[in-house]
């Protein structure tokens, strides 16, 4: 689940535990290696990152064989920029999720050009330890401790020991968070797209028996990327079906959650807590009922904040321009067609 050891760590640092591991492409499947946009803001640790690797940033023209989309939101300017020059071989998309640009990968989902990469699996460790820290936020009862006025008449909350833990997906964030409750010594099911072992855990489910483990599980976190197929994945019914003292934590996408349903399962008495990092609307309005709801936290999507991602996202592109000036051997390649 991670790369070679590198020693003890400095204050805060974090690791993208897929470094070092891509896997060179064969030959006639490498972009051409040419020139480097970075758009729409050359921001200057991206320019760094690319220069460090021993490319060249440049502005977008007849040779830029590479494009470093800098900007989360403009997916508009993009699908301009790749229509104008269809040379470009290799796209590096800013986040780990690539749900914003599901448009333009569908665009190019039937192209052998350009490569795409994301930052996904690099923000796994921040996010993993956001996730941790809601879970054990939520098991302790402090959302509901932090709002209180008075000394509480008994001591109440959860330990994490032993519990049956299910996390929705199998990725970079899922992985990370199974390595983390290893001291805990919970029992992890894991539900997935693909019937495949995961490291670490004690069973793995196909997605077709989401509802299945939902209803065994004390602990759900969501780490699943988002798509069409999977949005409100949780909704009033599969809520229903989870333990009604079990806990919730979302930090994957707000799509994944119907956020109105929730609120209405705290409201009741459904579920111990939640404990979410992200939301749909987002951001969430200050009128939605999740924010007065009981036993509930909100993060306001801040399990990766830019000092955590900038230097992580640095690193990956680093390594994906050495890939695209050698060997090919891209970390985080994304699929147009499966969009993520």
């Known amino acids: 689940m991670s790369g070679p050891a590198r020693g003890r760590r400095r204050p805060g640092e974090l690791r993208d535990p897929l470094a070092g591991l891509g896997a060179p492409l064969p030959e006639d499947m490498r972009p051409e290696p040419g020139p480097i946009a970075i758009l729409p803001t050359e921001a200057a640790h991206l320019v760094a990152a690319v220069e460090a690797a021993g490319g060249t940033v440049a502005p977008l023209g007849p040779e830029t064989r590479g494009l470093v989309w800098s900007h989360p939101y403009d997916v508009a300017g993009l699908a301009a920029a790749l229509r104008a020059h269809s040379d470009i071989g290799w796209v590096q998309l800013p986040w780990a999720g690539v749900d914003a640009f599901a448009e333009v990968l569908r665009e190019h989902a039937e192209r052998a050009r350009p490569i795409w990469t994301s930052a996904k699996g690099a923000y796994s460790e921040p996010v993993a330890e956001h996730a941790l820290a809601l879970t054990l936020a ?127 399962a705290l409201e009741r008495g459904h579920l111990a807590g939640a404990g979410i990092d992200v939301t749909d609307p987002e951001p969430l309005p200050d009128d939605h009922p999740l924010w007065s709801a009981p036993r509930v936290v909100v993060t306001s999507h801040s399990a990766d904040t830019e000092a955590m991602t900038a230097p992580l996202l640095a690193a990956r592109l680093e390594a994906n321009v050495r890939a695209f000036l050698g060997d090919g051997a891209f970390i985080g390649v994304v699929s147009p067609s499966a969009g993520y």
Not at 151 to 166: I, K, M, P, Q, Y
Not at 170 to 181: C, D, F, P, T
Not at 219 to 246: H, K, P, S, W, Y
């Open 138 to 264: 939520c098991l302790r009862e402090i959302p509901e401790k932090a709002r209180s006025r008075s000394w509480a008449a008994e001591r109440t909350g959860e330990s994490l020991f032993g519990r049956r833990v299910l996390i929705v997906g199998a990725g970079g964030i899922a992985q990370q968070i199974v390595r983390m409750l290893a001291p805990f010594d919970t029992a992890i099911t894991i539900v997935r797209r693909q019937d495949a072992p995961v490291s670490g855990v004690d069973r793995v489910l196909p997605i077709t028996r989401l509802d299945e483990a939902l209803a065994d599980a004390d602990v759900v976190i969501l780490a699943a990327a988002a798509t069409g197929e999977n949005r409100r994945l949780l909704d009033a019914r599969r809520l229903a079906l989870m333990r009604r003292d079990a806990v919730l934590v979302n930090i994957a996408r707000g799509s994944l959650v119907d956020a109105e349903a929730l609120a209405a």
